[in-house]
C-alpha cells in the first residue's frame, strides 16, 4: 500500500461520507456521534479515566470525529493536563470533505475550526487549548510497530473487518498490545470473531458488550497483567 494517499471520497444523500478505496462509510449512517460516544468514549470508561497524561491512541483517524469527540469528552471533564491523543491514519482526507462531513455534527464543528485549520496547511500534530493531537501517517502495519508510545485506551475503528482486514490482522493487534500502559483498554463497534481472538492472543481480556443503535454487541477489553 503506498504511503500518504488521499482518500476519495463519494456522498450518500445522508451527508455520510464513503470511501471509494473500501466502500463503507466512515461513521453510522444512523448517529455517527452517538456511537462515538458510546462505543470508544463509553467503551474505554471515559472520562472517569482521564487523568493528567492520560494518552489515547487510534486506529483509523477519518473525519476526525472520534477526535473531536473525545476533545470534547475532555473539556467538560476540565481539561486535565498533558492528555494526549494519536491516530494512525494511511489514507488522509481533505480538509474540504472533513469540513463537509462534520457539518452533520453541529457539536463538533462548532469546534474544529483550528484543526481545520491547521490540517488544510498539512499540519498532522496540533493541540486544541491543551489537548495534543498527533496523526501518524501511512499504514499502520508499518507506522504502529515504529511507535515509541504507549496508550492508555485504543479506539481501534478500521472500515469493517470484511471489508479492510489489514487493520484487524493478528499481527496487527499484537501491536496495539505491545502499545497499551499496564492497565490500558480498547473499544471496537465490532464483534467480529477474529478480531476478538486476535485481541485476547494480543494479551487482552475480551468481553462483549451491547453495541449501538441496530448492532448488537461491540467489543471492549482490559490488558491482562
Ligand atoms: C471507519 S474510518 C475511521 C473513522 C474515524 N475514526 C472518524 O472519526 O471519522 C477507517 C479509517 O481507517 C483508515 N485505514 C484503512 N486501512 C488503514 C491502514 N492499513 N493503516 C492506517 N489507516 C487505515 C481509513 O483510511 C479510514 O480513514
Known amino acids: ?20 478505496r473500501f466502500d463503507d462509510p466512515y461513521f453510522s449512517l444512523e448517529d455517527g456521534l452517538a456511537e462515538t460516544r458510546h462505543v470508544f468514549l463509553s467503551g474505554n470508561d471515559l472520562p472517569a479515566r482521564f487523568a493528567p497524561g492520560f494518552h489515547v491512541a487510534e486506529l483509523g483517524f477519518g473525519t476526525g470525529l472520534n ?10 471533564a476540565g481539561a486535565p493536563t498533558g492528555v494526549r491523543f494519536t491516530s494512525f491514519e494511511a489514507f488522509p482526507m ?12 453541529p457539536e463538533a464543528r462548532a469546534v474544529a475550526a483550528p484543526f481545520l485549520s491547521a490540517w ?25 510497530p515504529a511507535w515509541q508510545d504507549k496508550a492508555d485506551a485504543w479506539f481501534l475503528d478500521g472500515f469493517s473487518p470484511a471489508k479492510n482486514p ?32 486476535g485481541l485476547d492472543a494480543a ?11 441496530r448492532k448488537r454487541h461491540m467489543s471492549r477489553g482490559t490488558l491482562r497483567p
Open 1 to 20: 500500500m503506498a504511503k500518504n494517499q488521499n482518500a476519495d471520497i463519494t456522498w450518500k444523500d445522508s451527508g455520510v461520507p464513503v470511501a471509494t
Open 67 to 76: 477526535m473531536l469527540a473525545t476533545f470534547l469528552l475532555w473539556r467538560d
Open 94 to 105: 481533505a480538509a474540504d470533505d472533513i469540513a463537509k462531513a462534520l457539518g452533520a455534527f
Open 120 to 144: 488544510g496547511d498539512g499540519v498532522r500534530s496540533f493541540d486544541l487549548d491543551g489537548f495534543a493531537v498527533d496523526v501518524i501517517t501511512g499504514d499502520a502495519r508499518q507506522t504502529l
Open 166 to 197: 489489514e487493520l484487524w490482522g493478528d499481527e496487527l493487534m499484537k501491536q496495539v498490545g505491545a502499545h497499551t500502559a499496564p492497565g490500558g483498554t480498547f473499544a471496537t463497534y465490532t464483534a467480529a470473531g477474529f478480531v476478538r481472538r
Open 203 to 213: 494479551g487482552f481480556d475480551v468481553e462483549r458488550s451491547p453495541g449501538y443503535g
